[in-house]
């Protein structure tokens, strides 16, 4: 389909941008960038599990992240631990039974620093149709949630009194963050995806004064970064994922002189 | 027009337990359309968490909950907003429901708050938000209202309208309404059933009743059950249907 490997990354980028933008958002009014960042760990234990039973990496990932999601819940429900410290032990301990897997499966070559921080060389056409299939199946089901989900963001009473039924969006909204997780592995890497998330999202937020800018602010910060960190990547060799990373971070920067701009302005 | 057709919500016998301790329990009662249901009683007594069965808020409770009605309006004792979230008082109108633009507007007009239709929801202070938080229960035109303390921050002349406000639109959209209030003056004039509870209840009937009993007395005080005497007062003539007076 693209024969040259920067277009693939470039394509595989923005399809990635338009969906970390809307759920970026959610992440963060919900404070679950560490949930995340826990489902995130776990994928590495995806990937080796795909390999040593010859399955396909992104279905692989997106059904242990969910498992990993799904026995948080349990923990949480189960023991007096509080949230942050469960999510910090399964992080670790994914990671750390993922990186062990590795080091059984002599007999195949793992790319680790491609897996952490993402490859643009590793990008191949069936991957553009996971991630543009995948991302169009996620921004569909998140538009079909968005009513429940963003009510009960706000307050999960209303929602639940008016008859939203919040927790059914919430478990949703859950197998979501995997599946991105999932779609975008590959190109951003499994160590800044929520970085992903939640950079263009924060920048978003200083720039908006309403839910719909702010999801329309993040998707166009995560282009941009996806544009300028490819570019840039192409141009000093740098590692992909940390490049788009960088380059979102550079945009919050920016975005912070606004703030600076209208709060001058009201005083 | 007690007939079965018009309760909107029943309760049969609720209770919930927290920690091994009863917040409420026994609790039954109904609301009707058109109807002015008040709960009261002192802080602790159950009275939010009995809203809250009500709404289906709670699942993990004893006795039967019956709801006739999807279109409920609910307004919180308490909410808190995360400010990370920018939001308008309009996008707030919207949260539960698709409105158009004119309903959101009449709504806004009534509760007096329409010119804060674009500002943020971070700015508004105490008494402004508890108005846009009626607003928003009151737009949808729904069948069941729950307002737990809904005048709570406002000032003393608002909050006079407001509870007028309130009355009136019951009246009007015809709606039962299950209201939470500290206000034994208004409770006593607006409503048309009073259900004392103090983890369970205590009393419940007209607000006439209610003030009359002893268990009312313990809990208020000597002072409130008199509060009812300034309204009460004796009729000596009745009114036919058009208004005219006829001599008893």
Redesign the interface.
Known sequence: MFDDFFIRALVAGIGIAFVTGPLGCFV??R?LSYFGDTLAHSALLGVTIAYTLEFNIAVSIFITSSIIALILVKLEKKTNLPGDALLGLLAHSSLAVGLVAIGFLTFIRFDIMGLLFGDILAVTNDDLLTIWIGGALILLVLKLIW?PL??S???Y????????NPDRAKAIFTILIAAIIAISIKMVGLLLITGMLIIPTAMA?NL???????VIFSIIGGLLSVFIGLFSSLEFNTPSGPSIVAAALVLFIFSLFKIKQTIQLKN | MSTENNILVKLNGVGLKQNEKWLVKGVSLKVEKGKIVTLIGPNGSGKSTTA?IA???YKNIEGQVEKFT?N???V?QK?S??W?????VK??ML???NLKDDALDEALTLTGVKHLKDK?LGNLSGGEFQRVLLARAISKKPELL?LDEPVQGVDFTGEIALYELIKKISEKINCGILLISHDLHTVMTATDHVVCLNGHVCCSGSPKDVARNNEYKALFGEQASQTLSVYEHKHDHEHSNDGEIKKN
């Open positions: 963060v009014w404070r009513k963003f009510a963001t706000v307050n009473e209303l929602a639940e009194a008016e008859g939203l937020r908006s004064d309403n839910p719909q800018k702010m | 809250k709404l289906g808020i999807n409920i309006g609910y919180p909410i907003i995360d990370t979230l920018p939001l308008r996008d707030f949260l539960t429901d943020n729950v």
